[in-house]
């Protein structure tokens, strides 16, 4: 089983790249159970979709 910080390892990663299984199951398992975990995965979530947003829009101003 994942501790804390493996698990916030594995959630950043999975914004650079896709998870094996392993990882993923592993992921699921410690977020089940860990509520600040989980906390951390929504917000690292909600980063990555804002920098994938901005980077789009100042791609977007760049080619003007």
Known sequence: MLNCKET???????????LNFKQQLQLKIHLMICPRCRGFARNAQKVD?????????????TLE
Not at 49 to 61: D, G, N, Q, Y
């Open 8 to 18: 916030t390892e594995l959630i950043s990663l999975s914004c650079e790249q896709k």
């Open 49 to 61: 979709k804002l920098m994938k947003a901005f980077s789009s829009r100042t791609e977007s101003l």
